[in-house]
Nanobody, 122 residues
Framework: QVQLVESGGGSVQAGGSLRLSCAAS????????MGWFRQAPGKEREFVAA????????FYGYSVKGRFTISRDSAKNTVYLQMNSLKPEDTAVYYC???????????????WGQGTQVTVSS
């Protein structure tokens, strides 16, 4: 089992920044690919970003590429999502997810956090 706890969500004006954190516990963090997804009301869960177990490869959804950065700190068992130039359409619940070894851009992750709300006002 892997437990994931997100933090760092909140309300911000358009153009602002937030950094989300996801603390992992329970298994060897470095064995897991980590991803961020988001879901707005009435919409499907959307891929945001992912990082492979070593941290050497990152992947981004089209709508956030160039504005968001995913990173991981193995010493702290934590993955981050730095979100810059936020837009109202970034408003959603953001979820952290973990998957054994192989990163994927689909929601096929084994473990999920409880989510953290991000609200961007215009």
């Amino acid at each position: 089992q892997v437990q994931l706890v997100e933090s760092g969500g909140g309300s911000v004006q358009a153009g602002g920044s937030l950094r989300l954190s996801c603390a992992a516990s329970g298994r060897t963090f470095s064995n897991y690919a980590m991803g961020w997804f988001r879901q707005a009301p009435g919409k499907e869960r959307e891929f945001v970003a992912a990082v492979n177990p070593s941290g050497g490869a990152t992947f981004y959804g089209y709508s956030v590429k160039g504005r968001f950065t995913i990173s991981r700190d193995s010493a702290k068992n934590t993955v981050y999502l730095q979100m810059n130039s936020l837009k109202p359409e970034d408003t959603a619940v953001y979820y952290c997810a973990a998957r054994g070894l192989v990163v994927t851009l689909t929601p096929r992750y084994d473990y999920w956090g409880q989510g953290t709300q991000v609200t961007v006002s215009s």
